[in-house]
């Protein structure tokens, strides 16, 4: 029996990257899926391929900074599925337009701040009245080293993770009594399609990860490790996975 059989779980960004890899994962592991993603095709063709290994995977074209098409999504994802045990709020990213505060358009600022922290505060916002509904599980964020860290040349994306790692803080505190888990995991340089046409070799970050930048393949353990009933002591955490940068 997979480690996460019978777990019904909802994941942004699902179409590529980490999402994408976590979201294979999941499956593998016995997960129901819900997967959202602006990315359209690319989006239901996953779950086309975790359909035809036996899976169930329910696909979504989800913005995730809407909240009306956020709503909706975990409405189709429990009336699918009859409840929810796992979110898993993976969307986000930057663009080439990010930069230092006093440089960068105000336009780009208000973009990341509305992918990655105002699409996890909806995430939570819709999810968590379904995790309680069911009795409890598992929110996972998804976080950055730049939010850890000081870093230079992308302070719009900074500032959107070090708002999530805040509020995962904060939601673990305040849902513990209902048996839900909020935690963060904080990548590093993980080598997707995006990071690739984005980092140059000589960034610094990574000059800063002794182990070398990662795979998505390698987070995804992580994800599924933090959606099992394995991390049911563990809450409020921001986990690192960065091939340790943060400690250079």
Not at 200 to 215: E, H, N, V, Y
Request: glycine content about 12%; charged content about 20%.
């Amino acid at each position: 029996m997979g480690r996460l059989e019978g777990k019904r779980a909802l994941i942004t960004g699902s179409a590529s990257g980490i999402g994408r890899a976590a979201a294979k994962l999941f499956a593998k592991e016995g997960a129901r899926l819900t997967l959202c993603d602006i990315k359209l095709e690319e989006n239901n063709g996953l779950a086309e391929e975790i359909r035809s290994t036996g899976g169930e995977a329910l696909p979504i074209h989800t913005d995730v900074g809407d909240p009306e098409a956020m709503q909706t999504a975990f409405e189709r994802s429990i009336k699918a599925f009859d409840g929810l045990d796992v979110i898993y709020n993976n969307a986000g990213g930057a663009t080439s337009n990010d930069g230092r505060i006093t440089e960068i358009e105000l336009e780009e600022f208000w973009h990341a701040i509305r992918l990655n922290l105002f699409g996890t505060v909806l995430g939570c916002r819709y999810g968590i009245p379904h995790l309680v509904a069911s009795g409890g599980g598992s929110v996972i964020n998804t976080a950055s080293i730049r939010a850890l860290i000081g870093t230079a040349g992308a302070d719009a994306y900074t500032s959107a993770k070090g708002g999530i790692t805040a509020l995962t803080r904060a939601l673990a505190l305040q849902w513990a009594h209902a048996n839900i888990r909020v935690n963060a995991i904080s990548p590093g340089v993980i080598l997707t399609d995006r990071v690739r046409q984005l980092l140059s070799d000589d960034d610094p970050i990574r000059a800063k990860t002794p182990l070398g930048p990662s795979q998505p393949e390698e987070v995804a353990p992580l994800a599924v490790y933090l959606a099992s009933d394995e991390s049911r002591q563990v809450t409020g955490a921001i986990l690192p996975m960065d091939g340790g940068a943060g400690v250079v």
